[in-house]
């Protein structure tokens, strides 16, 4: 017997408390989390401009993916690639109108402006703190892997951009982002010496997809996982909170000790 699509009423509410995504990792980490497989353009000369992805260990490669993008978040990171270590990161941002993108530091975007609010060079000078766009959902990969999840990541001024050009913002879309799947392209770019791909969208407009109990199931997932990891950077933040308020304390008492010592007369 053959499993029926239809959601139940149980699955709605779920699906409508997931829209609302009001929870942010603010409660205690639901699941211990896992490693989603990341797609990307691979650079490597044999395979250049094909995706690339890997799945329990096996490489994948391939010029025919679709992927359903099922959430997406924002977020500001210095990640030190000599030390192989990150400095500094934010929650990932569901809302960028709504959501405030506290970080590990005790501040807002890394300490980073907002870049309306800088000029030219003081852009120059936060360029090493990055602003990614992050796609989770689910992928068809050649006729290899079929709705695999996976995470995409997103960053520099010509693919941050695309995801809303091609797709969210291109006048065609009259519901959700996660209801058609994408056709996925990758173009070779040049900028000076530099060469890199531009990842390029293209909706299967003709076609709604379902959301079935399957896929709101791994729509979950993929919530408690954002949900799991903004817990930790809010735990962080908190912390580097207080500990500037206890500098500060101590700063304040360490003056009014040398304040009281000045005031003393001289024996």
Request: some cysteine; hydrophobic content about 30%.
């Amino acid at each position: 017997m053959a499993e029926s699509t239809e959601l139940a009423t149980a699955d709605i509410e779920l699906l409508k408390e997931l829209d609302r995504m009001n929870d942010d990792g603010r409660s205690k980490p639901k699941t211990d989390g896992f490693k989603l497989p990341i797609l990307k353009v691979s650079y490597d000369q044999e395979t250049r401009g094909k995706f690339h992805i890997n799945v329990d260990g096996v490489d994948y490669f391939s010029d025919k993916v679709t992927l359903r993008v099922l959430l997406q978040t924002f977020t500001w990171s210095h990640f030190d690639f000599q030390q192989k270590q990150m400095i500094v990161e934010t929650i990932e941002v569901r809302n960028l109108f709504k959501d405030e993108p506290i970080d590990t530091n005790g501040t807002l975007r890394c300490g980073k402006p907002k870049s309306k609010d800088m000029d030219d060079e003081t852009r120059k000078k936060w360029e090493h703190i990055k602003y990614t766009r992050i796609l989770r959902g689910i992928v068809d990969f050649g006729d290899e892997l079929k709705n695999q999840p996976c995470i995409m990541f997103q960053s520099g001024s010509a693919n941050i951009r695309k995801f809303d050009e091609d797709y969210v913002r291109s006048g065609n879309l009259k519901g959700h982002y996660r209801d058609h799947k994408l056709e996925l392209s990758s173009e070779q770019k040049k900028k000076g010496a530099t060469t890199y791909f531009v990842v390029h969208f293209k909706p299967q407009w003709n076609e709604i997809q379902p959301m079935d109990q399957q896929t709101i199931q791994t729509l979950k997932i993929l919530s408690e996982q954002v949900n799991n990891k903004n817990g930790y950077i809010r735990e962080k933040y908190t912390q580097a909170l207080k500990n500037e308020s206890i500098d500060t304390t101590n700063i304040e008492a360490l003056r009014e000790v040398l304040d009281n010592e000045f005031d003393q007369p001289n024996a």
